[in-house]
């Protein structure tokens, strides 16, 4: 297991922005892919965002495009989602997942070590 922590999740009004940050222990951590996952009250945990080991390549899902943005620091080994413009129906449990080996993906039992979660709320 690589620890994962998560932080900067805080309540926030529509429309502000907040950026997560996820710092993970270990020095492989650049050959890792990482994502962003939410889970909302009564809801199943769902993808939000990945980025391959050199940052290179980046995938979002569609309810995040043009809002977030995922980012990586290998020198600190840290992660980030910045968030833009935000929504009432963002408001959830953030987590931070790291991914071995193999490719960005969406799927999250392809990840192997997950952080405990920041909660960001929005209000109206």
């Known amino acids: 297991q690589v620890p994962l922590v998560e932080s900067g999740g805080r309540l926030v009004q529509a429309g502000g922005s907040l950026r997560l940050s996820c710092a993970a222990s270990?020095?492989?951590?650049?050959?890792?892919?990482m994502g962003w996952f939410r889970q909302a009250p009564g809801k199943e945990r769902e993808f939000v965002a990945t980025i391959s080991w050199s940052g290179g390549v980046t995938y979002y899902a569609d309810s995040v495009k043009g809002r977030f943005t995922i980012s990586r620091d290998n020198a600190k080994n840290m992660v980030y989602l910045q968030m833009n413009r935000l929504k009432p129906e963002d408001m959830a449990v953030y987590y931070c997942a790291g991914r071995r080996s193999g490719g960005v993906t969406v799927e999250a039992n392809r990840y192997d070590f997950w952080g405990q979660g920041t909660q960001v709320t929005v209000s109206a």
């Open positions: 270990g020095r492989t951590f650049s050959n890792y892919v």
